[in-house]
Nanobody, 118 residues
């Protein structure tokens, strides 16, 4: 079981920036894939970005060029730098961890609210 704690959410203006953090209870190198998802009211949860334990990254089309996922192994933390924020980016953002040992293990954080509004 991996404990995940998100932080950094809040209220920002359109065009602004925000940096989300996800602190894990284990070495993130032992986690095959870490990612960020988001869910707005009345909508399905959607993938935002992922990063593997060897540093490979992938992004949803709607955030390419605006968001950057990164990691700090020493701090067991994954970040999501969000720039040029739009109102449609408003959602609860969740951190996710996937490990593959004898079977797939998946854990989620509690989520952090991001609101983009004037």
């Amino acid at each position: 079981q991996v404990q995940l704690v998100e932080s950094g959410g809040g209220l920002v203006q359109p065009g602004g920036s925000l940096r989300l953090s996800c602190a894990a209870s284990v070495s993130i190198f032992s986690i095959n894939i870490m990612g960020w998802y988001r869910q707005a009211p009345g909508k399905q949860r959607e993938l935002v970005a992922t990063i593997t334990n060897i540093g490979r990254t992938d992004y949803a089309d709607f955030v390419k060029g605006r968001f950057t996922i990164s990691r700090d192994n020493a701090k067991n933390t994954v970040y999501l730098q969000m720039n040029s924020l739009k109102p449609e980016d408003s959602a609860v953002y969740y951190c996710n961890a996937e490990r593959y040992r004898h079977y797939k293990e998946e854990d989620w954080g509690q989520g952090t609210q991001v609101t983009v509004s004037s």
